[in-house]
């Protein structure tokens, strides 16, 4: 038995390309259809699934008439925004079987290495889910170039997992999980049941793709779930085959390689925050507020700050202090300084009649916010 997937409130689930396509051969319309059953009963299960698949290439590569990988950067961008098409329409059609939404969002590696796009992306991500839609992510292959690419879904799945702060993410791929060498190359190789995430052993087990329409391999697997735990996501990597896989993970067995967070939940995050040793402005707030963020684990509204300082922008690291000016916590801001100062003191029903927009209710989320 085991409770990771069990226990997962917000799962992502990664598909790979040799899978989604059956292996560069078309669409596998049957092996969507049945992850898209298992994610509709996840989803009564009450947990939230967020779906990363790969396979644009791959599909635009058939439709498009090319029986090898184009080598040109613009023919695979041009099978990418081809192929896109055709996993949004099965993707689309699969779910509303189960009477399901689902949402397209192609990201950029710049997207996320900005502050202010990475919470719209949150943002973003958070209402869909609270909408009860299921997200269907991709790279935006048409406009990344190699040098400011993920590169690889499974790097992307993982940065998904933090973004989102995911409690596991899954690896659906051609193989049960991780060998201690290639099995393609290597007949003798040893399963891996469970291991830590980060562990260095690991990388010298994994090898690249081990056919021609996957990228990253299994290297890129275990890096991914090195990065998920630093934000305390735990991973599981396993065969995207297997019948009945993510409710069967979901009821707590133990199929695949389990790759464990060594770090708790949250606390690469609350680390990030605290590390800034200077931040751009402070807003004071009033003792309720000191109280609710303190000792109730609430987030902070706009209606308990009484005064607003510095320059900062939506997605700056900002510091809370007490109404004797102490620091006691620091998060980051939903609002510009500006749009702060106009907001503080009023209940956040009435933003969107200030602001004339509402980002969020909060002026600092309680996930974006430390104690210090
Ligand atoms: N140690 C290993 N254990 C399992 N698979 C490995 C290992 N090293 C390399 N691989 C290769 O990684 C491949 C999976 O990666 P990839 O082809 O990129 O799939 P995907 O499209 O699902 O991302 C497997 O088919 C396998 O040949
Ligand atoms: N964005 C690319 C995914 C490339 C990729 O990472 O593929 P894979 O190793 O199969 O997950 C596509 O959709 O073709």
Redesign the pocket.
């Given at each position: 038995m085991n409770s990771v997937i069990q226990n997962a409130k917000r799962l992502i689930v990664k598909v790979?390309?040799?899978?989604v396509t059956n292996d560069g051969k078309g669409l596998d319309s049957a092996a969507i259809a049945k992850w898209a059953a298992q994610i509709a009963q996840l989803r009564q299960l009450g947990k939230e699934v967020v779906l990363v698949s790969?396979g644009a290439i791959a599909e635009g590569m058939q439709r498009l008439g090319f029986d090898r990988r184009p080598t040109g950067v613009h023919e695979l961008q041009a099978c990418a925004a081809v192929g896109q098409m055709g996993l949004a329409q099965i993707y689309e059609s699969s779910f509303r079987e189960h009477r399901l939404r689902t949402a397209q969002v192609l990201l950029t590696h710049a997207d996320l290495a900005d502050r202010e796009r990475y919470l719209n992306a949150r943002s973003t991500l958070f209402t869909l889910l609270r909408l009860g839609v299921v997200p269907i992510i991709n790279e935006n292959d048409t406009v990344v170039t190699d040098e400011i690419k993920f590169g690889?879904?499974?790097t992307l799945g993982a940065l998904v997992a933090n973004l989102i702060e995911g409690d596991a993410l899954i690896i659906l791929?051609?193989?049960n999980g991780?060998?201690?060498?290639?099995?393609?190359k290597n007949p003798a190789?040893q399963f891996v049941h469970q291991a830590e995430a980060g562990d260095p052993a690991l990388e010298e087990?994994?090898?690249?793709?081990?056919?021609s329409?996957?990228?990253?391999?299994?290297l890129?697997k275990i890096l991914a779930a090195k990065r998920a735990a630093s934000s305390g996501a735990h991973t599981v990597i396993a065969w995207g085959r297997e019948d009945q896989v993510l409710t069967r993970l979901a009821a707590g067995e133990a199929i695949g390689t389990q790759l464990n967070a060594p770090t708790a939940r949250l606390t690469a995050r609350q680390q990030w925050m605290r590390d800034h040793l200077h931040t751009a402005g402070k807003v004071m707030l009033d003792s309720g507020a000191v109280q609710k963020l303190t000792a109730d684990g609430k987030s902070l509204l706009p209606v308990g700050v009484v005064k607003v300082s510095g320059k900062f922008g939506r997605g700056d690291v900002i510091t809370c202090t007490d109404p004797d000016g102490r620091p006691v916590a620091r998060g980051i801001s939903n609002y510009a300084s500006s749009e702060a100062r106009r907001i503080m003191g009023h209940p956040s029903a009435e933003i969107a009649g200030i602001l004339g927009f509402e980002e969020e209710p909060e002026l600092i989320h309680r996930d974006n916010l430390v104690l210090l």
């Open positions: 790979g390309s040799s899978l790969s690889d879904n499974d791929t051609d193989q991780l060998y201690t060498a290639d099995p393609r190789a087990m994994a090898g690249g793709a081990g056919s329409i996957g990228r990253g391999g299994m890129t």
